[in-house]
């Protein structure tokens, strides 16, 4: 850190809360819990992009909501990582600062992607 700057780190992971997904199967049943972590895939995808949309405007009120939706989503399926940043964006958004806003939703696009990707790649490895 440098005099009142913070650093972001450009490569984080995405980190996975496993114990949601055994708590989603054991609720829903594995085939159902399948089907709801790829809805909430395709939910968090759109979301992604609303908030991608929503960030150049002054709709406020709908980029939180955009926003809560993602981290809804991504809390169901046990991305924690991106329901994090999800809760940093609102923080900033609700600060009115806009340079940590804009930082922060750089990262989420970060995060976003690299979630999605990696949930991707793990239903692969399960078949």
Request: some cysteine.
């Amino acid at each position: 850190m440098t005099a009142g700057i913070t650093q972001l780190p450009l490569e984080e992971p995405a980190r996975f809360n496993p114990g949601q997904l055994e708590e989603l199967c054991s609720r829903m049943g594995e085939t159902r819990a399948e089907a709801e972590v790829g809805h909430a895939l395709q939910r968090l995808s759109v979301h992604l992009a609303e908030v991608t949309r929503l960030r150049a405007t002054d709709r406020r009120d709908d980029l939180a909501a955009a926003l809560a939706a993602v981290i809804r989503d991504a809390q169901l399926i046990g991305m924690a990582t991106l329901a994090r940043v999800g809760r940093h964006v609102l923080d900033c958004l609700d600060s009115g600062d806009p340079t940590a806003l804009a930082a922060t939703l750089a990262r989420l696009d970060r995060i976003g992607d690299r979630s999605i990707h990696a949930v991707w790649d793990l239903e692969d490895l399960s078949g």
